[in-house]
């Protein structure tokens, strides 16, 4: 069975050589590199393809939010964790606009570290409880009545964008099925057992998705969906 390979982006070398050491202790996974800065983490995530990158934010030359944003863009099938001291709403939510897979607090421990780089393997979003928190408040604004569409239940439905939102192209049945399917919290995996699709293929759908509601990843495509009426959560 093939390891996790994992990169470490951060500008302090100890915190580098201390996840390096944490994470080579686990059976399934491996660190192929550390960047100092975000231009590093970029030169080397597109010569190691790593699995999971760990991003840290504050960094020198480039901060890891714009690289995550392009490594994201360049290499969708590498997985992005932020792993930060900062839980700033700013901060926060670039971060997942930019593509992260999780949002990790420094201070989470090393348990719940492990357990984010397995679990984005599987296809789901890793939260800190803290950033969970914020992600759910601002999810709960932009989905009151005051700001959502009439519900609308046919999730293929094109619904007429407001002046300052741009025209969905709309789901096919099938991608209409697997957003429904994402709307309870299944995995990729999950969804892939629950409609008999491999797991490649449900990711392809789910691109196709984010591409079509100009999503960034599973959260902003959940924030969109509802605000149109195209799921109920």
Do not use: C
């Amino acid at each position: 069975m093939e390891k996790i390979r994992v990169l470490v982006a951060d500008d302090q070398d100890i915190v580098r050589q201390g996840l390096q050491i944490i994470l080579n202790l686990q059976s399934d996974i491996t660190v192929v590199g550390e960047a100092a800065n975000g231009l590093e983490a970029i030169t080397l995530a597109r010569s190691l393809h790593p699995h999971v990158t760990l991003m840290d934010i504050k960094m020198p030359r480039m901060d890891g939010i714009e690289a995550t944003r392009i490594i994201t863009r360049e290499l969708p099938d590498i997985n992005v964790i932020i792993l930060t001291t900062y839980d700033t709403d700013d901060w926060v939510f670039e971060g997942i606009r930019a593509g992260a897979q999780g949002y990790l607090l420094k201070d989470a421990g090393s348990e719940a570290m492990i357990a984010a780089i397995r679990g984005v393997m599987q296809g789901e979003s890793q939260l800190d409880p803290t950033i969970a928190r914020k992600v759910m408040n601002e999810f709960r604004r932009v989905s009151s009545p005051a700001n959502i569409s009439p519900v609308r239940p046919n999730p293929s439905a094109v619904p007429t964008p407001s002046a300052d939102e741009p025209l969905y192209e709309a789901l096919t049945d099938r991608e209409g099925e697997i957003l429904g399917e994402i709307a309870k919290g299944l995995s990729n995996k999950e969804i892939a057992g629950k409609l008999f699709l491999s797991e490649g293929t449900v990711r392809n759908y789910i691109s196709s998705i984010m591409g079509k509601l100009h999503a960034n990843d599973r959260t902003q495509v959940l924030v969109k969906a509802a605000r149109r009426g195209m799921v109920k959560l």
